[in-house]
């Protein structure tokens, strides 16, 4: 069976001539335009080919004629709202309307003008509840206008048409700003930092840059190394360099880059995982999501990692269906995905939770974890019945079990604070005025470690746009 | 089902739905496929003296819209390329095989009068119920002095028209080209000649497109190109204007009109018939989407008789002709506004910025309470001009009320403000 899942139609301001699609919407059955399609999960698959296909992209690229007929769906509002929903504030009917009209390199500029990792964004961002959400074509039939999509046809159109950067340099200001971590906000804020004249040392962790966008997305979402030419096309503007492998308060100190650089940007992200706060967490079979998900990112042959039998997943957002959903395509005979509560709570939106459902991942809801059996090695848990009692979560006293080899925590993650003494923090983000500034001068921060994050790339990006701006305002003061 | 039985011209046809003269009814094959669908008639491929004309490759360029549906072709295709006696043997079959449906025979020839009665008596001989003059392709045959080369000097017109009426008793269509200053001259010019009727239009001169890489108008031939006849649903303004004028003029008021020009469907049609035509003839619809479309033609128009209560064609043909006036017969106090509904409206702020960029800044663009957009006219500075109604997206969402009830008509030359008219006082 070949089931096809999307987002087209509206699923926020249904409309009521669209009400027959909401049920079929409920059901995840609907058919639209965006088509993912049901896999025949049974198994491991036995060749690297079978693997990789499983991997392949969620949504396959627009060719021209599709482009051309969604674009041309775009009304081209005034004072869009789409544009205002979205977070880096692309001037997206003006990208749609270059796309409608033959000039696919014009719309990639103009979204690149405001998010130079518009490529990723237009794969990763939570379109439904961004953009698309406020696209005056939702009260239309059809739908909203796919503009992530549209984006993606845009920017890769350029990206593979090996056009020179299309940003210039202002004139060197013969400044160099640290740029602690090449995530989503470190990349963004060291290519804005190097239009605006000053140059940037980008100190990252680990062996590869990008961030999330390299090592934590599921890996049907990032297809064909697309992190790291999208990394390659940033850099390709000149000014920044990239250092790997540096940690702060490992082999990188803070005190060190504030004295040699003329001003430091943080944007380390999340680097710790919360614990679920059990006894036996340490037992063999139980990691994090995060982990999980990085190693089957940097896996070249997906078959090598390994995947329990019965896989529970705890957590509700994007993070645990990103592991779910993958944990089943590598082969998992069953994945539970457990949250405390329900699937309106969920941060995962409605289209990555009908995918779940989509592969195959059995949904429980309402359902704390409360013990963790085996022998020093998980064998299941056991959750505990919740519900809301005066709007405070509340374990009923019943119980169940759920049997586990392999167990995938996905509750949040939190900022790793090691390095950054001095700067203070707030509910364990650091703190910033309104020219994102930490409570230590000439050192600025943005994306998810900041307390305004809002773990979506997109905002880390526009973090690291601004960021960069207030930095230029704060070399042009000394 | 109303009865769609109408005349033209003294030709009585099943229903006013005939296919106009271009590769459509270029041969038996098609003729009889489109009587099977349900055509009235058919105006056949023109014919000329032989040897036939040879065509080219490409023939045709097309004008999208942005859905890639067709807007209109531009050809440059000459007259039948087939010998004249094949194309007259299968005119007589098909008379004989159909003999409820209605065979026009198109011609072309120089412009000497022995040539044209030659060619006409001919046709005529093989049974065709009338004959139309193509005085019209804008491209090809009027290099070689036939065509609009005819069509533009009224004199020709009459000249050919007279010719062929002296040469045999059936209905004679002059078939006109809007590629003129004034279509009434040519118009006059087949009513003096004797016509029984006009059929217009032909297609537009036109260059449809460039191609950008190999720098030469489209369609290309070997790399160049020429200019072609544009025709489809983009030219019908065009041709509804003239055959109202023809309509309107007391010169030529009472010649039987047969209205050609972008009918795609049967409101088109009725269109073209409430402004004067007493049939129509269709091409580039059938071309893009084949001889089905009659269906629509017929069912269309057909219930929208019954609805408006109208039992034969001839009740509503003209019927919008005295409606069509000229501006200085406009009422200077009719006045509108346009209402935005704001219950329709998904706040895209088309109408909003059309006003304001390009015409009288009348909708201001507000916030709600709620965070959402409200449009709002600003009845002092509104025109009445319909721009905001047209851009928005959602039909019925704005609408025009009318706040001028009670004023006494007026027109520009008995307007105060008119200089002419205190010149005259
Ligand atoms: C490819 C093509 C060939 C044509 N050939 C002739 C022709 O031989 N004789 C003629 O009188 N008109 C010819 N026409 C013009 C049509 O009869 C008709 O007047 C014109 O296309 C406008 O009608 P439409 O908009 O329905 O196509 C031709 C048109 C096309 C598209
Ligand atoms: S009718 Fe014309 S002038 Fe009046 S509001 Fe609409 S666009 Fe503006």
Redesign the pocket.
């Known amino acids: 069976m070949v089931g096809v899942v999307g987002i087209a139609f509206p699923k926020f301001r249904l409309v009521s001539t669209l009400g027959a699609y909401q049920d079929l919407a409920k059901d995840g059955l609907w058919e639209t335009t965006m088509t993912t399609k049901r896999m025949g999960l049974s198994g491991k698959p036995e060749t690297a080919a079978e693997m990789a296909a499983r991997f392949d992209d969620l949504h396959p690229p627009y060719n021209e004629m599709m482009a051309m007929t969604e674009s041309n769906r775009c009304l081209y509002c005034y004072d869009a709202p789409c544009t205002t929903a979205c977070p880096t504030s692309i001037d997206i009917p003006a990208f749609i309307r270059k796309i409608s009209t033959g000039n696919p390199n014009g719309a990639a500029k103009t979204i690149l003008e405001e998010n130079i990792l518009g490529g990723t964004c237009a794969r990763v961002c939570p379109t439904e509840t961004l953009c698309e959400q406020a696209c005056v074509c939702n009260e239309l039939e059809g739908g909203p206008v796919p503009i992530g999509r549209l984006q993606r046809y845009a920017v890769d159109h350029f990206m593979e048409a090996d056009k020179p950067h299309p940003f210039g340099r202002k004139p060197s200001s013969g400044k160099t700003v640290a740029v602690v971590g090449a995530g989503p906000a470190g990349l963004a804020c060291a290519h804005r930092l190097a239009m605006l004249g000053h140059d940037a040392v980008v100190f990252e962790a680990k062996a590869k840059a990008g961030g999330l966008n390299e090592y934590g997305l599921a890996a049907y979402k990032m297809t064909n190394d697309f992190a790291q030419k999208e990394v390659d096309f940033l850099l390709e503007i000149g000014g920044i360099t990239i250092q790997y492998e540096q940690r702060l308060g490992d082999n990188l100190l803070l005190a060190d880059l504030s004295r040699d650089y003329d001003a430091v940007f943080i944007g380390i992200g999340l680097g710790d995982v919360n614990d679920l706060g059990l006894e036996g967490e340490d037992k063999d079979g139980i990691h994090s999501a995060i982990d999980f998900i990085e190693e089957i990112r940097q896996a070249p042959d997906k078959r090598d990692v390994a995947v329990g039998d019965n896989v529970i997943v705890i957590g509700g957002g994007n993070t645990a269906i990103d592991a779910a959903v993958q944990a089943k395509r590598l082969g998992a005979g069953e994945v539970t995905l457990v949250y405390r509560r329900g699937a309106e709570q969920m941060g995962a939106t409605d289209f990555e939770q009908d995918l779940a459902k989509l592969n195959d991942v059995i949904v429980r809801y309402w359902s704390m974890p409360s013990g963790i059996k085996g022998n020093g090695k998980v064998e299941s848990m056991v959750f505990e019945k919740a519900e809301l009692d005066g709007g405070k979560l509340m374990g009923t006293g019943e119980t169940y079990e759920v049997k586990a080899d392999m167990v995938l925590k996905a509750v949040g993650q939190k900022l790793l604070p090691s390095g950054l003494d001095g700067i203070e923090l707030n509910r364990g983000k650091l703190v910033l005025d309104e020219k994102f500034q930490t409570t230590m001068g000439g050192v600025f921060a943005g994306g998810d470690a900041v307390a305004s994050g809002e773990d979506l790339t997109v905002q880390a990006v526009e973090d690291g746009k601004q960021a960069a701006h207030a930095i230029d305002q704060y070399l042009s003061g000394m | 089902m109303a009865d769609l039985k109408c005349t033209i011209a003294g030709i009585e046809s099943i229903n006013p739905f005939w296919l106009a003269s271009a590769p459509p009814t270029d041969k038996k094959y098609n003729v009889v496929r489109a009587f099977e669908a349900g055509w009235g008639g058919v105006v056949w491929k023109t014919l000329g003296i032989d040897p036939p004309v040879i065509n080219v490759s490409s023939r045709y360029g097309v004008h999208h819209d942005h859905k890639r549906r067709v807007m209109g072709i531009n050809n440059i295709e000459l007259i039948t390329d087939r010998p004249l006696e094949v194309n007259l043997q299968e005119i007589r079959e098909v008379r004989e095989e159909w003999p409820d449906r209605v065979i026009i025979g198109s011609i072309m020839a120089p412009v000497e009068k022995h040539y044209w009665q030659d060619l006409a008596r001919q046709v005529a001989d093989a049974g065709v119920h009338g004959l139309e003059l193509n005085l019209g392709c804008p491209h090809g045959m009027c290099e070689r002095g036939m065509g609009s080369a005819i069509g533009q000097v009224p004199e020709m017109v009459e000249q050919v028209t007279r010719w062929v009426k002296e040469a045999v008793d059936i209905p004679v269509f002059t078939k006109l080209t809007p590629n003129i200053t004034n279509i009434l001259w040519s118009a006059e010019a087949a009513y003096k000649g004797g016509a029984d009727a006009v059929s217009l239009i032909n297609t537009v001169n036109s260059i449809i497109s460039v191609d950008l890489d190999q720098m030469a108008p489209t369609p290309t031939v070997d790399g160049v190109g020429t200019h072609g006849g544009y025709c489809g649903s983009a030219v019908k303004p065009i041709a509804l204007n003239m055959v109202a004028e023809i309509a309107k003029s007391p010169d030529t008021g009472n010649m039987h009109i047969s209205g050609i020009g972008g009918i795609t469907d049967w409101k088109d049609a009725v269109e073209f018939m409430t402004l004067g035509s007493n049939a129509v003839q269709v091409c580039t619809a059938a071309m893009v989407y084949g001889f089905r479309i009659v269906e629509d033609l017929i069912d269309g128009m057909s219930d929208w008789m019954d609805e408006k209560g109208y039992t034969s064609v001839a009740e509503f043909t003209g019927a919008a002709v005295p409606q069509v006036k000229d501006w200085n017969e406009l009422n200077m106090n009719y006045d509108i506004?346009?209402v935005i509904d704001p219950d329709q409206c998904i706040e895209c702020g088309r109408?909003h910025i059309?006003?304001e960029d390009t015409?009288?800044q009348?909708?201001l663009m507000k916030t709600r309470e709620d965070g959402g957009k409200l449009f709002e006219?600003v009845d002092d500075?509104?025109?009445?001009?319909?721009?905001?109604?047209h851009v928005c997206p959602v039909e019925g969402c704005?609408s025009?009320k009318e706040v001028s009830a009670g004023k006494p008509a007026l027109t520009w030359p008995e307007h105060p403000l008119n200089p002419m008219k205190q010149a005259a006082e």
Request: proline share 0%; aromatic share 0%; hydrophobic share 50%.
């Open positions: 506004k346009a109408c059309a006003c015409s009288h009348a909708i006219v500075e509104c025109v009445g001009c319909n721009l905001c109604l704005i025009m």
